[in-house]
């Protein structure tokens, strides 16, 4: 199949409708430094603002050539080229080359013996090598049941020690050769070629260039890290209050109740798809509803259907909505359609779900992003929004845009892959990822089981959300009560499994783990909007030093310091994984391993393994029933013996933008292992917000101190 899809790749490249184009002895050359790592190439041209960039320049170019220039070295930054012309080639020092076919624009690289990760969500996973990925974005991208959607975003990872983001043109990649290709969409679509280009052996900085380029993510609001649950038909005003109700009185931690449109199911929230009236049958009162709602502590979230055939979206909210031009269809101005959503977001609402926008293209994906975290400033500008997108673009970061991956099948095989999505999204720059926990289209292998499988590696994805057809077994208490909800497909589930009582403990488990690990979480979100780190990570990024972790695509780091290895496998009693260098504990157990090597970890329907390494601090708090619960209960600093090791705890209100003015304080704790003593001080730059009561656990020893915001040294034995 990588033969058919190459030949297509190259006949779409290079067969394409021809013009007129630059002679090699015409195209001018470009190179400028952006860091002491990262350079530009630009041929050709200068490229459009498609608005990917934080800023369009970062500095004078280090080298303009032209023509057919003679050999040279050009030093742009930290990083040494040398450029030699027919063609074009650029040879950077000690990592690898560059070739530009100066007929077609083809951009050539070695592929190497390293793995190649990154290129956006979807497509053949883990290791890029070997296949051909396209710049087809949406539902129709690749492989939709089982690999999702595809969010394509040309920044490739070489896991040797590079990094490259070609920003113009749009195209796909080839890398079933020895030499590994960049094809344009097409010979008219060629120039600019605009390459930024990284060289560090460092996870940490080629992650940090990236977000250089495209901007650091927005921290979102705590309460989009709870747990969402989604419906899908409606019957009742009784049946949506309710339900909501039932959360609270079984003790299952929820925040965000989510409600499709009408049109994508029989009875939404709205009276039809796209549309933004209420459906009198099921919301007759939406404000009463969403005050009661809000009284029970939920965050309330619709979903926002776009229009079909619209290839663009245009504008900021900067920009007057113009309705003089009766041929401007309104969802094209960004003003114009948020003007739409005001009515329905008076009544209460907090976030949004925008579906669909495949045909959109690329720039307008990012201005539809960028709306949604603009437009909710606008009528409340100091609490940070929520979207909910099916689509994006490089940037989105930006907009704390949440993605998730698309109307995939109920299998074990779409669970398996979704890890190495999820791992390969994180790298390009797009933290805040999920799925349709259980699988939105349900098929023959929907079973309790295969739902609480998904269900624990969903407590460990940053979206944290149940949704898909026969909606009622997505309700943690749903495989026990004999009613799967409307059945929506040809596909009904076998009666005599929908007396499970086996379900509702383990989700429930998972829930207040969630909830009790929400203040290492946010304090992992909080470093990745400083560094670019997503809060998904593959095993290069903190072991890069260890070629089978990096090559290791079936589990991932949660933060630096937990490692997670889902079981995706029908039937499982046990789960193969590989632990990096170095010791690590067992979260369930305490049990010590030393790494460096494949462990086999026996497992029932309740466990997933989940791995603490030698020095992490861990801090965890009680269990709560939504995000913003004021629970008494320290906060606990579960340290593993071993290795020195230090952690950044991060807190703020979790809702306004008061951070930003210094409202927030860091604890920096740091673990000396060798004198058994954990140092606990106030970080620079934050604000002493009140005592806190800390547990500190070393293993089975405990001890209790009180923090206020001076320096504490405390020895655990």
């Known amino acids: 199949m990588n033969q058919i899809n190459r030949r297509q790749l190259l006949s779409a490249a290079l067969l394409a409708p021809a013009r007129a184009l630059a002679a090699p002895a015409e195209l001018e050359v470009v190179i400028a430094p952006v860091s002491p790592h ?40 930290g990083v040494v080229i040398k450029a030699t012309s027919n063609p074009p080639t650029f040879a950077i020092e000690g990592v690898l080359q560059l070739k530009v076919d100066p007929d077609t624009g083809v951009l050539s690289f070695p592929t190497g013996s390293a793995p190649l990760l990154g290129l956006g969500e979807g497509g053949p996973q883990f290791d890029r090598r070997g296949n051909t990925v396209t710049g087809r974005s949406g539902q129709g991208g690749y492989q939709l049941r089982n690999f999702g959607g595809r969010v394509p975003i040309s920044w490739l990872i070489g896991t040797g020690g590079w990094a490259m983001f070609v920003h113009a043109p749009y195209g796909s990649f080839d890398f079933t050769g020895e030499e590994s290709k960049f094809l344009p969409q097409s010979r008219e679509t060629a120039w600019p070629l605009d390459v930024f280009f990284v060289s560090s052996k460092d996870p940490a900085v080629i992650m940090g260039e990236y977000a250089r380029l495209t901007g650091h993510p927005e921290i979102p609001a705590l309460w989009t ?15 949506i209050l309710g339900e909501a109700k039932t959360f609270r009185e079984k003790k299952l931690p929820c925040d965000t109740m989510i409600y499709l449109g009408t049109g994508f199911c029989p009875s939404g929230w709205n009276t039809n798809n796209t549309e933004f009236t209420f459906n009198q049958k099921v919301m007759p009162d939406p404000k009463v509803m969403f005050d009661q709602l809000h009284q029970d502590h939920f965050k309330v979230v619709l979903h926002v259907a776009y229009p079909t055939g619209i290839r663009e979206m245009r504008g900021t909210m900067k920009d007057p909505c113009d309705k003089s031009d009766p041929k401007a269809r309104a969802e094209q101005q960004a003003s114009c359609y948020w003007e739409m959503h005001r009515p329905v977001l008076n009544m209460g609402v907090d976030g949004w779900w925008p579906d669909e926008g495949d045909a959109l293209n690329a720039p307008s ?34 907009y704390a845009a949440f993605l998730w991956s698309g109307d995939v099948n109920s299998e074990w095989a779409t669970l398996r892959n979704h890890i190495p999505v999820a791992v390969n999204t994180g790298l390009t720059g797009i933290p805040y990822w999920g799925t349709d926990i259980g699988g939105f289209i349900p098929t023959r292998e929907f079973t309790g089981e295969l739902y609480v499988r998904w269900f624990q590696f969903g407590a460990f994805c940053p979206l944290f959300r149940s949704h898909g ?84 695509g079936d589990e991932y780091l949660w933060g630096r310091d937990l490692l997670i290895a889902p079981v995706v496998e029908q039937g499982a009693t046990s789960r193969k994984l590989y632990l990096p260098r170095g010791t690590w504990y067992d979260w369930w ?129």
């Open 38 to 77: 990262t350079f530009r190439l630009t041929i050709g041209g200068k490229p459009g603002d498609d608005g990917t960039l934080v800023q369009e320049s970062w500095g004078a170019p280090a080298a303009t050539l032209r023509g057919a220039f003679a050999p040279q070295s050009v030093k742009a930054g």
């Open 225 to 239: 890290l709870g747990y969402q649950q989604s419906h899908r038909t409606l019957a009742s005003r009784e049946e």
């Open 365 to 398: 994906r990012l201005v539809r992003n960028r709306m949604y975290w603009d437009a909710m400033q606008i009528d409340r500008p100091n609490l940070r929004p929520f979207a909910l997108n099916r689509n994006g673009q490089a940037g989105m970061q930006r």
């Open 469 to 552: 057809r026969t909606w009622k077994l997505r309700l943690p208490w749903g495989w026990d009560t004999g009613d799967p909800g409307p059945v929506e497909t040809n596909f009904t589930p076998d009666p005599s499994l929908l007396h499970d009582a086996s379900v509702e403990p383990i989700c429930r488990k998972y829930l207040e783990l969630r909830y009790r690990l929400m203040p290492y979480l946010y304090s992992v979100v909080r470093e990745g909007a400083q560094t670019g780190l997503p809060i998904m990570r593959a095993l290069w990024l903190h072991h890069a030093d260890d070629p089978a972790a990096v090559a290791r």
């Open 589 to 717: 157990t305490g049990e010590k391993q030393e790494g460096g090597r494949e462990i086999t970890r026996e497992v029932d329907l309740a466990t997933t393994p989940i791995y603490a390494r030698a020095g992490a601090i861990v801090p965890t708090g009680p269990v709560k029933q939504y995000t913003s619960e004021k629970v008494d209960g320290p906060l606990t600093l579960n340290v593993h013996p071993g290795a020195d090791g230090s952690f950044l705890y991060y807190e703020d209100d979790g809702a306004t933008f008061d951070y930003r003015k210094g409202e927030w304080m860091g604890i920096e704790m740091a673990w000396s292992d060798a004198r058994k003593t954990l140092s606990v001080r106030l970080a620079r730059g934050s604000k002493f917000l009140g005592k806190r009561d800390l547990e500190v656990k070393v293993g089975a020893s405990t001890k209790h101190v009180v923090f206020e915001g001076r320096p504490l040294q405390v020895q655990v034995r």
